[in-house]
Each structure stands twice: as C-alpha cells, then as structure tokens.
C-alpha cells in the first residue's frame, strides 16, 4: 500500500512522554470470531515505544462525517482538544499496544467487535486500508518511563492472578508473554466466543482458563472462577482480617491501582473489564478473601451502557 504524502511531524516535544501519529490502516484481519486485528502504518511510528505489558495507548477517530483536521497535534492536545467544538472533535479511545515494529513503522492494535457498538467498534468493523486516525502511544525518544503501564509486579510477588474479560485479551496476552517463567499462579479471561481464547500464550507456570461466556452477562463466569482462583492461590499469603473498607463508595469508573505496590508482597493481582464487573470483584477480593488493596490493580477498561468518556 502506498501512503499519502508524508505526514508533517506537529509541535510535540521530541522528548515528551507521549506521541501523536497520524497513521492509515494499512491491514485489517478478523483473527478471531470477536477480534479484528488492525495493522497502522506511519512515517513515525519508528518513535512508537513498545515497553509491552498492558501498555495504554488512544486511537483517536474522526468524527461522524468529519476529518482529522482539527485534531490539534502538539504536546497540550488534550486541554485544546477538550475544547474543540462537538461536530469537529475527534472520537479518543483507550487500547492497548498488541505489537510493534519500529522497522517497519507499523503498530497492531487487536478491537472487540462489540454490541452495542461505538465509534471505535464500528471502526474496527468497516474501516478500510488507507482510512487516516491518530495513534496516541509512548514515545521511543522520552528519558524516563511514558506511563500508560499498570502490571507492577512488586519485586518478591511469586504468585499471580490476572483477570479480565475481552476488552482485557489483548493486555493479558503481552502480559503472559513478558511475564518471568518462575512465576505461578492463574490467568482467567471471559470471552464472547471460544475462539478468542486461542489469542492468548502460554506461559510454563500460569495456567490459563479461557470461559466462554455463551450469551451470559458479564462476570457470570468470571466472578466465581477469580473467587476459586484467589482462595486456592491465596492459602498462604491471606491477610489476618479482611478489610473493613466501603467498597461502594466511588461513582463513576473504577479505577484503583496501587502507587506502590508492597516490595514484599507475595502475591499480586490485576484484574480488568467491565467497571460492575470489576467492581464486584474487589470486594470479593479485599472485604471477603482479605486480599491487601495494596496487592491488587483493578481496572474498569469500560462500563455497560456508557460511552467512554460520558
Ligand atoms: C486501558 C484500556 C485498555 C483497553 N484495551 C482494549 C483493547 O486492546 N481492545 C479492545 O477491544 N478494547 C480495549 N479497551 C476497551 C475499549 O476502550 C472500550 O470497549 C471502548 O468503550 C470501545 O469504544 P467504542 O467507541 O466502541 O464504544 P463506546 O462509544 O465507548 O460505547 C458505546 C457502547 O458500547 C458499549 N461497549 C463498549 N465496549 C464494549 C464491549 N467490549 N462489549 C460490549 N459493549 C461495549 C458501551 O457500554 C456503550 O453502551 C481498553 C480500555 C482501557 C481503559
């Protein structure tokens, strides 16, 4: 595929934490009954960083009928962003890294094909090569970490349990993938249809249970099968008293990671999907089982009946 004329880079600092890309489509593959895996090409994706684990990146969407052309392409894009007018602001969703090839400047990003649907949704399922968005993602050229990772393993952890439904499939699997062979324990993921289990690897010490949701509501599988994972898994590394926390008392998204993690913490957690769903599991976790919130990263990546962002 030959691309448009090279895209001008905008006033971003070379050095900043983060990059916009304007990119095309330069692939797209349905790699599983609910997956479409979508490969971007640009000339700057070689300064695309690829730490990998459940890396956070925006694919940020024209608008309707609208183009990217308003899209304020500079280091402080959010706060002009946030104040474009609603028929020319452009769509921003939150992803996950699934590859990238600096070399060939291209970066995959693996989308749910969802209903209901949304922007992002129905992008994954018609967009077509050639069609222009913008990459948000790490930058190659930033000295310190970018952020965007929450999988903190703490430095003694040695047991795992990581959840989440299909929104979570694609962080799981890089997880999995860079995960140290000598650590054990459980990776649970709830999806829509069977074959989307096969996107996960393997990994010698982790066994991988892929539940098939078959039509239920989510959490239906998922939620028992976390509690029987963390009671077999937390036998030796339970807290004394499970805490005496409200659990109930944030709105909106649920997203608690720990700062920092105890650097003596036996076990650790991440967990991600659906904010109810995700929700129900930490107090299953912390007020039930006792598991130390200091333990545990819980991630709601999108919440029924909402759009992100709403
Ligand atoms: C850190 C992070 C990483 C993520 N990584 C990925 C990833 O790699 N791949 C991926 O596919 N998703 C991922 N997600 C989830 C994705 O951002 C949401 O599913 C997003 O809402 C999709 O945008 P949309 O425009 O299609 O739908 P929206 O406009 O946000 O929502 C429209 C409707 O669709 C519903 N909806 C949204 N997502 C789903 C879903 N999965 N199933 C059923 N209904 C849904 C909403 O509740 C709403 O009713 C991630 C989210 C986060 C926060």
Not at 14 to 32: D, Q
Not at 195 to 207: E, F, I, K, N, T
Request: charged share 25%; hydrophobic share 40%.
């Amino acid at each position: 595929m030959t691309l448009a004329a090279p895209v001008r880079p905008g006033p971003q600092d070379p050095s900043g934490p983060f990059l916009l890309h304007r990119v095309r489509v330069a692939r797209r593959r349905r790699i599983s009954d609910g997956f479409m895996r979508i490969t971007f090409a640009g000339p700057t994706l070689d300064r695309f960083a690829d730490p990998g684990l459940d890396q956070r990146i925006k694919l940020i969407l024209p608008t309707g009928e609208g183009s990217l052309d308003a899209m304020p392409m500079c280091t402080d894009w959010y706060a002009r962003w946030r104040d474009l007018p609603d028929e020319t602001r452009p769509v921003v969703r939150t992803y996950t890294t699934r590859a990238v090839r600096p070399e060939r400047r291209e970066v995959d990003v693996d989308l749910v094909l969802h209903e209901p649907c949304g922007p992002a949704g129905r992008f994954a399922a018609g967009c077509r090569e050639g069609d222009e968005v913008v990459l948000l993602g790490p930058n190659t050229g930033c000295c310190g970490e970018s952020g965007g990772i929450d999988f903190r393993l703490p430095p003694a952890a040695r047991t795992v349990l990581i959840a989440g439904d299909e929104t979570a499939l694609p962080a799981i699997g890089r997880i999995l993938a860079q995960l140290p062979h000598d650590v054990t324990g459980a990776a649970l993921v709830e999806v829509p249809n069977a074959s989307d289990g096969a996107l996960l690897p393997q990994h010698p010490g982790v066994r991988t249970e892929v539940l098939d949701r078959a039509g239920a509501a989510s959490g239906t599988l998922l939620h028992p099968a976390v509690r029987r994972a963390a009671e077999r898994l937390l036998t030796p590394h339970r807290a004394p008293e499970p805490e005496d926390v409200d659990l109930d008392a944030e709105g909106g998204m649920l997203w608690e990671v720990p700062a920092e993690a105890r650097p003596d913490a036996a076990f650790y957690a991440w967990l991600a999907g659906e904010a109810g769903m995700i929700k129900a599991m930490r107090r299953t976790l912390v007020a039930d089982l006792g598991v130390d919130r200091r333990s545990v990263a819980f991630m709601g990546y999108w919440r029924a009946g909402r759009s992100e962002g709403s």
